[in-house]
């Protein structure tokens, strides 16, 4: 994908390594990234909005 291809010797996570990373994705295409601050409310940039 478009997305790995920006990280250099990176490595795979394990599905649920990292519960509280959310992507926000419009049509399976990645906008941006986030995170878990409540059980229902993300943090992220003003600009992905």
Same mark, same amino acid.
């Given at each position: 994908?478009?997305?790995?291809?920006? #990280?250099?010797?990176?490595?795979? /996570? #394990?599905?649920? /390594?990292?519960?509280?990373?959310?992507? #926000?994705?419009?049509?399976?295409? &990645?906008?941006?990234?986030? /995170?878990?601050?409540?059980?229902?409310?993300?943090?992220?940039? /003003? &600009?992905?909005?």
């Amino acid at each position: 994908s478009v997305i790995s291809e920006r #990280i250099l010797n990176g490595t795979d /996570a #394990i599905p649920g /390594a990292w519960p509280w990373q959310v992507e #926000i994705t419009d049509l399976d295409r &990645h906008v941006c990234g986030g /995170a878990l601050i409540g059980p229902q409310y993300i943090l992220t940039s /003003a &600009h992905c909005l």
